[in-house]
């Protein structure tokens, strides 16, 4: 049976250097029920040692948590990968992980913390995960969908850090799944915006870094349930599978 589901699919947790410390594990869950979202995929960017605890909180709630990350091409755009479950974004990780030069400053950068659902400190991601990776996008993406993850171009509309900013345009290739328009734009204002992208699903999302953030915007979605495959069929118009936009 279809239903009408709450998807905020781009949302950071303290791991991100970016994301206040805050965003541990229990305490996203517990604001993700709060706004009443149905489905979460958490993204850190070019990381994703907190998915399986934030999984793990969820345990016994209604609220599907997918398997994530924020990439930054050797281009800098961001684009996200979307997953089921975290033994199928490793492969990723660790592939992403050899191409990410640098050491993070924490004095510079931001805190890295790994956190368990118990609220402990598990350790501190030593990578600089605010860097751009050496991997080209296009690279990516074809990473992404090899392992039969979703690929979705991250804020479209933003001035930094997305497609149209760093190149102008929607790379012909291997093609995204869906483009993210940010919360301050939304979908509505997306496609008014960019009527040439009309053959593209638009998603829009939180980008949470702040626990206050979470709930601002999520994608309506109509499917049976949160997963990759029925997202994906979404994304095409199939089978019944809608984004409301």
Known sequence: MMKGLRCDLHVHSCLSPCAE????????VERCLAVGLDAVAICDHNASE???YVRRCAEGTPLTVLAGMEIASREEVHLLALFDKVEEILPLQEWISRHLPGRNDERRFGCQAIVNERDEVEGFC???LIGATELPLQAIVE????????AVASHI?????????????????????ALEISA?????????????LESFSFITSSDAHHLREI??????????????????MAFRKQAGRTIEE
């Open 50 to 52: 907190n998915v399986a």
């Open 143 to 150: 990473k992404i969908h090899g392992l039969g993850g979703l």
């Open 126 to 128: 030593d990578r600089l």
């Open 21 to 28: 410390l805050d965003m541990y594990p229990r305490k996203l």
């Open 184 to 196: 301050e734009t939304g979908i509505r204002g997306g496609r008014l915006r960019y009527p040439e």
């Open 215 to 232: 709930g601002r915007a999520w994608t309506a979605v109509r499917v049976e349930t949160v997963s990759v495959k029925e997202l994906s």
């Open 157 to 177: 509309d933003r001035e930094s850090f997305s497609i149209l900013s760093q190149l102008g345009f929607v790379v012909p290739g291997p093609p995204f799944d």
